[in-house]
């Protein structure tokens, strides 16, 4: 085929040039160029047709040690030879491959009762994001009883981003199925094998946090689910085709509006449609914790003098107050960089700079504490609105720090929007004991004693494979209507 290009290019190029002249540069024959400047389509190889003949002899010793005995090729080729058998063994596989009888798989489909079984799959697409090609990941989450589905978009598929799709897939359904399957990813599960299968001990943690159990579809048998789902054919010729947006965050809200109208859609095995379904199915779902897995927060970076941290060769700002500390952060659909405190707090976000060298600041962060400081009786107020009952502590404060009040009031009521309730309550009871009011002591004592962190305690579980033993007629789905 290379020979055929170039040869149709030369003479394309040059018109003039006679065969031989193309063949005598090209070191090919005189009749190789003429064949070629009169074949018109591309030369496909084709195998040289071999006589079976030979074969035709050992047939129905063939197909019995293929079909019945379930011989690989070797060996059939070793009792072939055994036989008699003088031709090769490439006649003979292409003889194998037309006598094998293809096995048909099947699965028993079955429905699962309300709350009982997610799952969750992503798929990699190309389209165009501000008139340029760009590769991105759709994850989808299905709620299996009900059939309402998800969809989330990033431009990453490492594990920080399939954690977080996955997340906020549970925080919009409002809730967690009892078990969720997957598929055998690298993110889900170290080892594949039945016989050394193990799952990856962050996602164990991450099952452990929201309390619903992992299973997983065998290597090469999407139908182990019990249902086969095509999640993604109906956005890919209704949504990725020939689209193309302003932006990532255009693209998140038309993916947004097309998970709503697919919802709305009569499902053809239900008979109904996945939000009137969801509805049913979300009284049975299991309550969300508090706070989200924060296992994957842990990059951490210290903030420079200039209130910059560095990421992927550029630098970002932080407020101000975060100078020379170290903070977390999180990359969040491959798009935007967001800034944690030490107290999980977050302090800042950013677009993510797709040059390198570049600074990115938030004109925010480096207003002065003196500009937004009010008067003293302002700032009396806010405090005591957050945190009634603490009066002595805003008058001590006042009478050792006179001159500057103002100053230190505003900055310990800046601190106390950056860690939780209980461990700034306990930093006031610490200045009323040791009689030390100032905002350098309430901000050294939260960063060394907050009690909300980002330590992942390892977390032993074990987990068993429920049993997919739940047969049910799809007229159940009657009774909803």
């Given at each position: 085929?290379?020979?055929w290009?170039?040869i149709?290019?030369?003479?394309?190029k040059?018109?003039?040039k006679?065969?031989?002249?193309?063949?005598?540069?090209?070191?090919?024959?005189?009749n190789?160029?003429?064949?070629a400047?009169?074949?018109?389509e591309v030369?496909?190889?084709?195998?040289?047709?071999?006589?079976?003949a030979e074969?035709?002899?050992?047939?129905?010793?063939?197909?019995?040690?293929?079909?019945?005995?379930?011989?690989n090729?070797s060996?059939?080729?070793?009792?072939?030879?055994?036989k008699?058998?003088k031709g090769?063994?490439?006649?003979?596989?292409?003889?194998?491959?037309?006598?094998q009888?293809k096995?048909?798989?099947?699965?028993t489909p079955?429905?699962?009762e309300?709350g009982e079984?997610?799952?969750f799959?992503?798929?990699?697409?190309?389209v165009?994001?501000?008139?340029?090609l760009?590769?991105?990941y759709v994850?989808s989450?299905?709620n299996?009883f009900?059939?309402?589905?998800?969809?989330?978009v990033?431009?990453s598929?490492?594990q920080?981003?399939?954690?977080?799709?996955?997340?906020?897939?549970?925080i919009?359904?409002?809730g967690?199925?009892?078990?969720?399957?997957?598929?055998?990813?690298?993110?889900?599960v170290?080892?594949?094998?039945?016989n050394n299968?193990?799952?990856?001990?962050?996602?164990?943690?991450?099952?452990?946090?929201?309390?619903?159990?992992?299973?997983?579809?065998?290597?090469?048998?999407?139908?182990?689910?019990?249902?086969?789902?095509?999640p993604?054919c109906?956005?890919?010729?209704h949504?990725?085709?020939?689209?193309?947006?302003?932006n990532?965050?255009?693209?998140?809200?038309?993916l947004?509006n097309?998970?709503?109208e697919?919802?709305?859609?009569?499902?053809s095995?239900?008979?109904?449609?996945?939000?009137?379904?969801?509805?049913?199915?979300?009284?049975?779902l299991?309550?969300?914790p508090d706070?989200r897995?924060v296992?994957?927060?842990e990059e951490?970076r210290k903030?420079?003098?200039?209130?910059?941290?560095?990421?992927?060769?550029?630098?970002?700002?932080?407020?101000?107050?975060?100078?020379?500390?170290?903070?977390?952060?999180?990359i969040?659909?491959?798009?935007?960089?967001?800034?944690?405190?030490?107290a999980?707090k977050?302090i800042?976000?950013?677009k993510?700079s797709?040059?390198?060298g570049?600074?990115?600041?938030?004109p925010?962060?480096y207003?002065?504490y003196?500009?937004?400081?009010?008067?003293?009786?302002v700032?009396?107020a806010?405090f005591?609105?957050?945190?009634?009952?603490k009066?002595?502590?805003?008058?001590?404060?006042?009478?050792?720090?006179r001159?500057?009040?103002?100053n230190q009031?505003?900055q310990?009521?800046?601190?106390?929007?950056?860690?939780?309730?209980?461990?700034?309550v306990?930093?006031?009871n610490k200045?009323?004991?040791?009689?030390?009011?100032?905002h350098?002591?309430?901000s050294?004592?939260l960063?060394?004693?907050?009690?909300k962190?980002?330590?992942i305690e390892?977390?032993?579980?074990?987990?068993?494979?429920?049993?997919?033993?739940?047969?049910?007629?799809?007229?159940?789905?009657?009774?909803?209507k």
């Amino acid at each position: 085929m290379e020979d055929w290009l170039v040869i149709k290019n030369l003479k394309a190029k040059n018109p003039d040039k006679s065969n031989r002249e193309i063949a005598r540069d090209l070191g090919v024959s005189h009749n190789t160029v003429k064949a070629a400047l009169t074949r018109n389509e591309v030369p496909k190889y084709r195998r040289s047709g071999s006589s079976n003949a030979e074969l035709e002899v050992f047939h129905e010793v063939i197909f019995e040690m293929l079909n019945v005995k379930k011989f690989n090729g070797s060996r059939i080729l070793n009792e072939l030879r055994s036989k008699g058998y003088k031709g090769g063994k490439t006649s003979m596989y292409l003889y194998l491959a037309k006598m094998q009888i293809k096995e048909q798989k099947f699965f028993t489909p079955y429905e699962t009762e309300p709350g009982e079984q997610s799952q969750f799959d992503w798929s990699p697409y190309t389209v165009q994001i501000e008139g340029n090609l760009t590769n991105i990941y759709v994850y989808s989450y299905i709620n299996s009883f009900s059939r309402y589905q998800i969809l989330e978009v990033s431009l990453s598929q490492n594990q920080g981003a399939i954690f977080e799709a996955l997340e906020n897939s549970m925080i919009e359904s409002g809730g967690v199925c009892q078990r969720l399957q997957t598929d055998n990813a690298k993110a889900f599960v170290i080892n594949a094998s039945r016989n050394n299968f193990s799952w990856n001990p962050r996602y164990l943690t991450l099952c452990a946090h929201y309390g619903f159990t992992p299973t997983r579809s065998l290597p090469g048998h999407p139908w182990s689910k019990g249902k086969v789902e095509r999640p993604f054919c109906y956005l890919e010729t209704h949504f990725i085709a020939g689209a193309s947006f302003e932006n990532f965050p255009d693209l998140q809200s038309k993916l947004k509006n097309f998970q709503e109208e697919n919802n709305r859609r009569i499902h053809s095995v239900t008979k109904s449609a996945a939000s009137d379904l969801f509805e049913h199915e979300k009284l049975s779902l299991l309550k969300l914790p508090d706070t989200r897995y924060v296992g994957v927060k842990e990059e951490t970076r210290k903030v420079s003098g200039d209130c910059l941290l560095s990421n992927g060769g550029s630098r970002y700002s932080v407020p101000w107050m975060f100078a020379t500390k170290w903070v977390w952060i999180k990359i969040s659909k491959g798009y935007y960089l967001h800034v944690y405190s030490q107290a999980n707090k977050l302090i800042a976000s950013h677009k993510l700079s797709l040059i390198k060298g570049a600074v990115i600041i938030d004109p925010n962060h480096y207003k002065s504490y003196k500009s937004l400081a009010g008067s003293f009786e302002v700032l009396k107020a806010k405090f005591l609105e957050s945190f009634p009952g603490k009066e002595m502590f805003v008058e001590k404060l006042k009478a050792q720090k006179r001159m500057n009040v103002n100053n230190q009031l505003h900055q310990i009521l800046s601190l106390s929007k950056l860690y939780m309730k209980v461990d700034f309550v306990e930093a006031i009871n610490k200045c009323l004991e040791y009689n030390v009011f100032n905002h350098s002591f309430i901000s050294g004592y939260l960063e060394k004693n907050h009690k909300k962190s980002f330590k992942i305690e390892p977390v032993k579980i074990k987990l068993e494979l429920p049993k997919e033993d739940v047969k049910r007629d799809l007229s159940q789905y009657n009774l909803l209507k």
